[in-house]
Each structure stands twice: as C-alpha cells, then as structure tokens.
C-alpha cells in the first residue's frame, strides 16, 4: 500500500461522539487525500491537503474537518458522528508530476460504524 | 463538476475470455484517467492510467483505450484468471485534486 497506514483499521462508535481517523505516510509526498467508499458511489473526496497546514473541501465535506501538522500525517474528524457516516475512509497520497498531482495511491482503509 | 459513468456494474465471464469495462466522463478538462482494482478489504491499486494525449496503452494483459471526443474511455482485460476477480474502478481528473470515481464493476472470473 505504497507506505501508507491508517489506524484504527475498524471502530465502531455511538451517534454524536468525536471521532479521529489518522493517516501516515513514509513517501514524503506532498498530497494527501481522504475519501469515503459506499456501495454505488465508488470513492468520494472529503478533503485533500497539499502541504502541512494547507487543506481544502472536497465534494463531500460537510461534518467532517482535516488537519495536517507534519507531511506524514493527515487526520479526518468526525466532530459529531452520525450514522450516514457510516462507511469505509481511504487515505490516498501523490506527488507533483507532468503538470499536476495525478497518481494517487491508496492506504488499507479503515472501516467506521456509527451506531 | 466532473461526473464518470461506469458499466457494467457486474461482469462474469469464463477463464481465459476477455472482459471489457466502460466509463464515460462529462468534464472537457479532464486529462487523466486512472484504472483500480480492489481486492476484498483492501485499498485500490492502480493497475494502468492514461492522459489525454494517448489513444491507448497496453501491460501485459491489460490494455486501456480514450476516446476524447466521445468522452469514454475502457479497460480491456485479455486472457483473464481467477485472480483478476475483484472490483474494478475507473476515474477522471484534470490533475486539480479533482478525481472522481465511477461506481465500480464487480468482476468474477470462473475457473
């Protein structure tokens, strides 16, 4: 998985508590990604970062925030988790090449259910 | 914003015939599109990309065509064997942290 890990690999919470999903990469790649996976949507992106400190949304943003305080580690924030957010959270990584940041690579996910 | 269709949403077919895998995108300013393969409950893995200056591309069995102008784009799996089943993804991006997925075809290949 590219030098990616995330953790925890599974949770289960209840509806309404805080939840934070860490990504850490070994590549020293300057993108990283968080997407959501549910059946008939393929992946979703929530939000990305393209260096420490510096994030945007993604189509998916709202009830979830990002921050990235060192280049290996991406954290996802559920600050009130619901059961629509119940669903399996990739962390992705790339690099600046030919013009843009296409390549993306994938970590092992992490599969959270909000009962 | 960019939207990518995918079919089929399953496929079977026998070991040793082809299968092919179509996407179509809505975004003109799309000019990379990647393939995935999920295994169960692991992460996607690029298996093969292709930027809009290219028709088509080939490793090993796997091959990859884009039609610009009609905006599709497919993977061509020749050759196949059990261990291709899995779920296969395509995506579209301009290279703007803008990729978008399609929703994935479940591929089965039987022994």
């Known amino acids: 998985d590219a030098g990616i890990t995330q953790s925890p690999r599974h949770k289960v919470t209840e509806t309404g508590t805080p939840v934070t999903l860490r990504c850490h990469q070994t590549?020293?790649?300057?993108?990283m990604y968080w997407y959501r996976q549910d059946p008939g949507h393929g992946l979703r992106l929530i939000h990305y970062?393209?260096?420490?400190?510096?994030?945007d949304k993604g189509e998916v943003s709202d009830g979830y925030s990002v921050s990235r305080s060192k280049t290996e580690d991406f954290l996802l924030t559920l600050e009130s988790a619901t059961s629509s957010q119940t669903s399996v959270y990739f962390c992705?990584?790339?690099?600046?090449?030919?013009?843009?940041?296409?390549?993306?690579?994938f970590g092992p996910g992490t599969r959270l259910t909000v009962t | 914003g960019e939207n990518v269709e995918q079919h089929p949403s399953t496929l079977s077919v026998q070991e040793g015939d082809s299968a092919v895998i179509k996407c179509t995108y809505s975004?003109?300013?799309?000019?990379?599109f990647p393939w995935y393969k999920q295994e169960l409950g692991k992460g996607p893995q690029l298996i093969i990309d292709?930027?809009?200056?290219?028709g088509e591309k080939k490793d090993q069995r796997i091959a990859v065509t884009l039609n610009k102008t009609a905006k599709h784009f497919s993977l061509h799996i020749t050759e196949t064997q059990p261990e291709d089943s899995a779920v296969y993804f395509c995506?579209?991006?301009?290279?703007?942290?803008?990729?978008?997925f399609g929703a994935g075809t479940r591929l089965t290949v039987k022994p």
């Open positions: 992705a990584i790339s690099e600046y090449g030919r013009g843009g940041p296409y390549e993306q690579y």
């Open positions: 292709i930027r809009s200056n290219v």
């Open positions: 970062s393209y260096g420490v400190k510096d994030t």
């Open positions: 995506a579209a991006s301009s290279g703007n942290n803008d990729m978008r």
């Open positions: 975004d003109s300013a799309s000019n990379y």
């Open positions: 590549e020293n790649h300057r993108y």
